[in-house]
Each structure stands twice: as structure tokens, then as C-alpha cells.
């Protein structure tokens, strides 16, 4: 039996608002397997949004408990989050969030920078990732020298340099024509094949379609949850 990497109970999230509290997550109950691909849909206003902000520990939840790779995210210092954080979690932004500035191989290799990994190691993983992605040849590149698609690449990249074993994406695909969206779902394809688990907020049902589990947010709720008829 595989290990839940996910697991929420009754997890809900409040806001005080001038016009009184809101509710934007009402006790969600999920479990995600090692190994799921699982697409988080809904419109907007459903809670998709907030709900993968507080798997991705960027956000506290009101109430209910939240467990990631068995360990109760609630009862962890700052110190231990961020350890459960940097070697189980990697991020997949819409807007890519690469530093101008710096080249794609030195983008890649931040997360280590804040590990404390050494420079030639860290910048020589990078290299091999941007391989991984077929990027090898623009390491040395600024981001604004390639396409959108290839940024996205580049942060896809980037997530793994940690070796997590989850992958959250958010509208990963949000920025990208659509050739470029199936390329990108392609890759995200291959690394849940090679084990990873990738849990993706999407508003579009074609990219839903390329995962194999697909639930359903509306008002805070989750009103379906089930298996993709059709795998790619």
C-alpha cells in the first residue's frame, strides 16, 4: 500500500473581511497517493486557488489538519517546515517567476543556494536538468532570450533540482498557446511516470484530461472527485 504524500481533514479557511468573515474553504477532506496525477479544477471563487496555497504551506488553514509526507504540517516549527518543505515540494508557477537576471542554469540552481549545497554541485545538477528538459544548450541564456514554453521548462526544472517527491502546478499552462500547453503536459506526462506526484489547478478541461484523477471545487466544497475516463 502506498503512502498518502497529501492528507487533509476537515481543512477549512476563513478571512476577516470589512464586511464580515468569508469563507473560501469550507472542511475539505482529500487524500492523495504516492504517484497520483491529480488536476484541481474549478471556477473562480471556488477555493482551488486557496486550497493548493495551503497544501503548498504558503498559507494556514482556520481549521482541520494537514498532513504532507505523514507529517502534521501544524505541529512544526518554522526550521522543520521549511526542511519538510525544500525536500518534499516543488513549485510550477503560471508566471514562471524566473529572476531576469540571472542565467537559466544559475535559476535552476537557486533552491540550492538556500540548501546550502556548493556552487560547482549545485550549478552541474542544474546542467543536467535543463538536459532533462532539452534546455541543456541555453544554460548560459537569460530568460528573456527564450520562449515562454521554454521558461516554463525552466521552471519545471527548477522544481526538481530539490528531488521532491510532489510537484504542485498552478495553471501551469495559464501563459502558453496550446501547442506549447501539450508539450509542457507532456513533460509533466513523463515525470509522473517516473514517480513523482503532481498535483495541477487548471480551469481548462483539456489539460484536466492528461491527469488521471480530476476534483471538482465550487463554493469551498469539493463536489467531485473522480477518475479520468480517458488517460493520454
Partial sequence: ????????????????????????????????????????????????????????????????????????????????????????????????????????????????????VDQPTRRAKARVLLERVGLGRYAESLPNRISGGQQQRVAIARALVNDPSLILADEPTGNLDSHTSEDIMALFGELNAAGITIVLVTHEPDIAEHAKRQVRFLDGRIVDDRLTEVVR
Fill in 1 to 116: 500500500m502506498t503512502q498518502a504524500v497529501i492528507r487533509v481533514l476537515g481543512l477549512g479557511k476563513s478571512y476577516v473581511t470589512a464586511a464580515g468573515d468569508f469563507t473560501a474553504l469550507h472542511s475539505v477532506d482529500l487524500t492523495v497517493e504516492s504517484g497520483e496525477y491529480i488536476a484541481i479544477m474549478g471556477p473562480s471563487g471556488s477555493g482551488k486557488s486557496t486550497f493548493m496555497n495551503l497544501l503548498g504551506c504558503l498559507d494556514t488553514p482556520t481549521r482541520g489538519d494537514y498532513f504532507l509526507a505523514g507529517e502534521r504540517v501544524a505541529g512544526l516549527d518554522g526550521d522543520a517546515l521549511a526542511r519538510l518543505r525544500n525536500r518534499t515540494l516543488g513549485f510550477v508557477f503560471q508566471g514562471f517567476n524566473l529572476l531576469p537576471r540571472m542565467s537559466l542554469q544559475d535559476n535552476v540552481a537557486l533552491p540550492l543556494v538556500y540548501a546550502g
